[in-house]
Nanobody, 118 residues
Framework: VQLQASGGGLVQAGGSLRLSCAASGGTFSSLNMGWFRQAPGKERDFIAR????????TTADSVKGRFTISRDNAKNTVYLQMNSLKPEDTAVYYC????????????WGQGTLVTVSS
């Protein structure tokens, strides 16, 4: 499975971005998908995940109410809508895929940089 994240960029605090992650080489509709981020000098953190069928999601408390994960199985793509962005949201955002809900992800994309200016 190959994952290609896109949509990162520079945005002012309070603004919005939508990240996309296109998957190829596997059966997308059977994969649980997730977003993670890694800020400079910090460990990679979980942001959100969505079940293969899209019926369930989990979101980290740090972004709950501001970030929303969704997927379009017809387009083999998972999204992360990010609203009310804060400077502390600055990080490289990674999409990931896994076969078991809640377990370690099996596949990782290359990351897309999000920079939020104050």
């Amino acid at each position: 499975v190959q994952l290609q994240a896109s949509g990162g960029g520079l945005v002012q605090a309070g603004g919005s971005l939508r990240l996309s992650c296109a998957a190829s080489g596997g059966t997308f509709s059977s994969l649980n998908m997730g977003w993670f981020r890694q800020a400079p000098g910090k460990e990679r953190d979980f942001i959100a995940r969505i079940m293969a069928n899209g019926y369930a999601t989990t979101t980290a408390d740090s972004v709950k109410g501001r970030f929303t994960i969704s997927r379009d199985n017809a387009k083999n793509t998972v999204y992360l809508q990010m609203n009310s962005l804060k400077p502390e949201d600055t990080a490289v955002y990674y999409c990931a895929a896994g076969s078991r809900w809640g377990a370690t992800m099996n596949y990782w994309g290359q990351g897309t940089l999000v920079t939020v200016s104050s």
